[in-house]
Structure formats: structure tokens, C-alpha cells
């Protein structure tokens, strides 16, 4: 009995040292990582799950460092990994929406941040992302519905506010957009990139004077400011304001 002991002993202690070694690799890689050593770091994610195979944020940290190498492949097919030791690592379904987007493969990144969101509807930046990969396909009323999952989570959220004004842009709501983004000049008042909307929606409506002024204000913010310039044209041709259009024209 008492050698049975000693070699139960001798096994735990040899446990207790691989997991602490697993750790200790993991440990030193997301240190490269974080210097964006990534070659280096993979080699230290590698020795990590060579001695657990089941360390799932090996895998998951592996993945991330693939991500950043842009081996996107490479990178899915390490969260898969960990997901199939733990379906319910959020942290891993929402590196491959990430993945996915880089490759610009929409309706699997979707599908993989409808399920980042299903496992932390607690994380505003999750509803978002759902938004914006929905947006990108066209699913604008199906956007809004993430919009207002983000913004039921923190009600003066400017980028779920802004993007939710954009899809009801799309579909026709001008006016309720146009509220939107009052609402989201008031967080920010120097987001050019709503005044640039608030225009589009008030150049929409014939309200060509008022968008002017929010062209204005937008290029206030960034003198340089491209779309803006071009929407300034255009409005100003509008307003029967040739030779201010045609000063704008020449200039970009």
C-alpha cells in the first residue's frame, strides 16, 4: 500500500508541474503577444497545448496570434479547437467572427457573432458587431434590432446610435434618423461623421439649406473630409450655388 501511495504521490506532483509549465508557456507567449512578437509567441502557444492538448486558451491565444499574423485559416481552425474542448468559450466564436470579417466571408462571421452575442449579451461591442455584419449584407431592419440591443445596454451608446440612424437612412426613416443623430451630437459634438449623415438625411427631405450647414460643420471637424465635400457640391448645385459647387469641384 504504501508504494501505491508513493506513485499516486510521484503522479500528482508530475500533474501539478506539466499544468504549471502549460500556464508558464501560455503566460511568457501573451507576453510576446502583447509586444506583438507574434512569431516568437506562436512558438510559446505551440509548447503550451504540445503539453495539454486541452488547454483551451492555448488554443484560443494561438488563434489570436494567427489572427494578427493574418492567417486567417490558420486562426478558425485553432478556435474551432478550443471550442471543441468548450462550446461556450465566447472569447473563441468571437475570434472567428473576427476572422471571417477579415476575409470578408459576412454570413459565417455573422453567424459566429450571433453566437458570441447568445453565449455575453452582456457586452454592448457584441450586439454592435452583429449590427454592423448585418448592415454590410443589406439586413438593415434586422441591423436595427441589434442596434437596440447595444443601446438597451447603454442608452448614450454614439456608435450603435449612429449606425441604427444609418439603416433607418436606408429604409426610408429620415426623420427619425435625423433625431438619432441630434442625439448622438449631443454625446459628441465633434463626430463628423454624423453631421455628414444629418446632411444626407436633410438633403433627403429638400431641406438643402439646413444640409448645408451640416456639410459645414462636418468639414469643420476635418477641412479634408471627402464625402463631405462631395455632398457640399451637390448641394450646393441644388441651391443653384454654381460657382461655390464648381470651387469644391476643382479641388478634389
Known amino acids: 500500500m504504501r508504494t501505491i501511495s508513493i506513485i499516486v504521490s510521484i503522479f500528482l506532483l508530475c500533474a501539478v508541474c506539466v499544468a504549471e509549465e502549460t500556464e508558464y508557456f501560455d ?4 507576453q510576446l503577444y502583447a509586444s506583438k512578437n507574434y ?3 506562436m512558438n510559446y502557444f505551440d509548447k503550451a497545448i504540445t503539453q495539454d492538448s486541452n488547454y483551451t486558451m492555448g488554443w484560443v491565444h494561438r488563434g489570436d496570434t494567427q489572427k494578427a499574423l493574418k492567417d486567417y485559416n490558420g486562426s478558425i481552425q485553432s478556435y474551432n479547437s478550443a471550442l471543441q474542448i468548450d462550446g461556450s468559450k465566447a472569447i473563441a466564436w468571437s475570434g472567428i467572427a473576427d476572422s471571417y470579417t477579415a476575409m470578408k466571408d459576412y454570413v459565417n462571421a455573422s453567424a459566429a457573432a450571433a453566437r458570441t ?5 452582456k457586452s454592448k461591442s457584441n450586439w454592435l458587431r452583429e449590427g454592423n455584419l448585418l448592415q454590410i449584407q443589406g439586413m438593415y431592419e434586422e441591423s436595427i434590432a441589434k442596434y437596440e440591443g447595444a443601446i438597451a445596454l447603454d442608452p448614450v451608446y454614439k456608435d450603435a446610435l449612429y449606425k441604427k440612424s444609418i ?4 429604409l426610408g426613416s429620415n426623420a427619425e434618423a435625423g433625431k438619432l443623430l441630434d442625439q448622438v451630437l449631443e454625446i459628441d459634438p465633434k463626430f463628423k461623421l454624423a453631421y455628414n449623415a444629418k446632411g444626407i438625411a436633410l438633403e433627403a427631405n429638400g431641406n438643402y439649406a439646413e ?5 459645414e460643420k462636418a468639414l469643420e471637424m476635418d477641412p479634408a473630409y ?9 448641394v450646393l448645385l441644388a441651391l443653384k450655388k454654381q460657382n461655390e459647387a464648381m470651387q469644391i469641384f476643382v479641388k478634389i
Not at 167 to 170: D, Q, T, Y
Not at 226 to 234: C, I, R
Open 167 to 170: 439603416s433607418l437612412m436606408v
Open 27 to 30: 503566460w511568457r507567449g501573451s
Open 226 to 234: 471627402s464625402q463631405a465635400l462631395v455632398n457640399k457640391m451637390h
Open 211 to 215: 444640409a448645408l450647414q451640416s456639410y
Open 39 to 41: 512569431t516568437e509567441a
Open 117 to 121: 452575442t447568445e453565449l455575453d449579451n
